[in-house]
């Protein structure tokens, strides 16, 4: 009945969404592997369609009063609480006066520090950044001993044909902030995803390469570069194959116009991705536009293909078969609107899941190298820091510490560590006292680093001192 809850049993991460909407997120998180246990969203519709495609967990709730729901998510046990706070408030699309909307910012950093969830992640508009209502409500976290990574994601770059620029915050106990930033910037994709990208080649020849992930395409034309062969075999057309007659349409044309936002460009090629989906992105071009259009555009507005509703739910990551129901078109576009991406949500989830494992760690950021060569160490000794430093991250899990004193305690209780000879013990941490100076002097004014302080080892009796201080 519910075709898109998967994954659901022992060993998954339980997920609780606030704010879900129609079901975006959470069918990405499902897609990545969690576990989302409940969801909760103020507007009937929404929820019923979210019952209807995903799930019996969501519960109609009166998110301006989200403590009235803490007492049920603390209960749920949830490894992360995620959630995308209203955005009316911040958005370029409307007036940028922070009210009730803003105050959801804060009663989610209120729901999260009160669980104590080890992960969160919390979606907005990138305006949101620099908000007041985000001021207060990141303060709050980090005293919750949240590490912090902030990332300002195009989902053009994750799976999704569309400039969609967002702020995505995730946090962890205990981390330093921007543990997360390198492997979410790993992630993204070389080149943003196009309209024909997505919608696939209608011209003859076309050949089919079966897609690994929702996020790729299978169908190529033969005028353009196809994947990796050993990826992924060719193989004929499947059987029956037959192209959206709106999809064709769209590929003929070429161009499709998108109302835009505040003076934006109207008019886009299918070469590259679309604008913001908004509510009224179906719209054809009013005679205002038509009478002063952007003087980027490449063809007159009326010349442009018409997206259909369907299509503008597929380009914001909804599936062509998700159940929309017997409801308004301009509800229909206006929970298109609100949703985070499924593509972008899964690939977040996806980054999230490979550190909750410790499948991956976080790089090291900035010139480590060079900098322990201009501290008196040769270069290949260098890079045995810095490759000692990766070791050590690795019998973390990947973590990395707000408290260098923490990390330090956490590698001593490493499973593994103790098997370990004494020397390799030993440059394991100094590598990892190395990298924090390192770190440290990137907040510093920028001078020489002290080889004596930097490299000396850490004697046995530091480490027992350390550990009686904890």
């Known amino acids: 009945?519910?075709?898109?809850?998967?994954?659901?049993?022992?060993?998954?991460?339980?997920?609780?969404?606030?704010?879900?909407?129609?079901?975006?997120?959470?069918?990405?998180?499902?897609?990545?592997?969690?576990?989302?246990?409940?969801?909760?969203?103020?507007?009937?519709?929404?929820?019923?369609?979210?019952?209807?495609?995903?799930?019996?967990?969501?519960?109609?709730?009166?998110?301006?009063?989200?403590?009235?729901?803490?007492?049920?998510?603390?209960?749920?046990?949830?490894?992360?609480?995620?959630?995308?706070?209203?955005?009316?408030?911040?958005?370029?699309?409307?007036?940028?006066?922070?009210?009730?909307?803003?105050?959801?910012?804060?009663?989610?950093?209120?729901?999260?520090?009160?669980?104590?969830?080890?992960?969160?992640?919390?979606?907005?508009?990138?305006?949101?950044?620099?908000?007041?209502?985000?001021?207060?409500?990141?303060?709050?976290?980090?005293?919750?001993?949240?590490?912090?990574?902030?990332?300002?994601?195009?989902?053009?770059?994750?799976?999704?044909?569309?400039?969609?620029?967002?702020?995505?915050?995730?946090?962890?106990?205990?981390?330093?902030?921007?543990?997360?930033?390198?492997?979410?910037?790993?992630?993204?994709?070389?080149?943003?995803?196009?309209?024909?990208?997505?919608?696939?080649?209608?011209?003859?020849?076309?050949?089919?390469?079966?897609?690994?992930?929702?996020?790729?395409?299978?169908?190529?034309?033969?005028?353009?570069?196809?994947?990796?062969?050993?990826?992924?075999?060719?193989?004929?057309?499947?059987?029956?194959?037959?192209?959206?007659?709106?999809?064709?349409?769209?590929?003929?044309?070429?161009y499709v116009y998108s109302r835009p936002v505040r003076g934006g460009r109207g008019v886009r090629s299918i070469d590259e991705p679309i604008a913001t989906i908004t509510r009224t992105s179906w719209e054809r071009p009013t005679p205002r536009y038509l009478g002063a259009p952007h003087h980027l555009d490449p063809v007159v507005a009326t010349d442009t293909a018409v997206l259909t509703v369907d299509q503008i739910a597929r380009i914001q990551g909804f599936p062509a078969d998700w159940a929309w129901g017997d409801i308004a078109k301009r509800d229909i576009l206006q929970m298109i609107a609100n949703a985070v991406p499924a593509p972008v949500a899964r690939s977040l989830g996806e980054v999230i899941l490979e550190r909750h494992r410790g499948q991956s760690g976080p790089a090291i950021e900035g010139h480590f190298v060079d900098w322990l060569v201009r501290g008196g160490r040769n270069r290949a000794t260098a890079h045995n820091v810095k490759a000692n430093v990766g070791r050590a991250r690795r019998l973390l899990g990947g973590r990395t510490f707000a408290d260098a004193g923490h990390e330090l305690l956490a590698l001593e209780t490493a499973s593994g560590f103790d098997a370990l000879p004494k020397n390799t013990r030993s440059d394991l941490r100094r590598a990892l006292a190395v990298l924090a100076e390192f770190e440290a002097s990137k907040l510093r004014k920028p001078r020489r680093p002290r080889r004596s302080a930097a490299l000396r080892p850490l004697e046995p009796e530091s480490a027992e001192a350390l550990k009686q201080a904890a």
């Open 1 to 254: 009945m519910y075709k898109y809850m998967i994954g659901h049993g022992r060993g998954f991460v339980r997920a609780v969404e606030l704010f879900c909407g129609a079901g975006g997120m959470s069918r990405g998180l499902v897609d990545a592997g969690f576990e989302v246990v409940r969801a909760y969203d103020a507007w009937p519709i929404a929820v019923e369609t979210y019952r209807r495609n995903i799930g019996p967990h969501v519960v109609e709730a009166d998110l301006n009063n989200l403590l009235s729901i803490v007492s049920q998510i603390s209960t749920l046990a949830p490894d992360i609480v995620c959630g995308g706070p209203p955005c009316q408030d911040y958005s370029l699309a409307g007036r940028r006066q922070e009210g009730q909307n803003a105050s959801m910012t804060i009663a989610f950093a209120i729901v999260v520090t009160t669980v104590r969830p080890q992960w969160f992640l919390m979606e907005n508009v990138v305006q949101a950044q620099k908000s007041q209502a985000w001021a207060e409500a990141r303060a709050m976290l980090k005293r919750a001993g949240y590490g912090l990574s902030e990332s300002k994601i195009n989902a053009a770059y994750y799976g999704v044909p569309q400039s969609r620029r967002r702020l995505f915050v995730i946090g962890r106990l205990g981390e330093k902030d921007g543990f997360l930033q390198s492997a979410i910037a790993a992630k993204a994709s070389a080149a943003p995803m196009s309209l024909r990208q997505f919608f696939g080649s209608a011209v003859p020849n076309t050949v089919f390469f079966p897609a690994t992930s929702d996020a790729r395409r299978s169908f190529y034309s033969a005028d353009e570069s196809a994947p990796t062969i050993p990826e992924r075999p060719i193989r004929p057309l499947p059987e029956g194959h037959r192209y959206h007659p709106a999809d064709v349409a769209l590929l003929e044309n070429g």
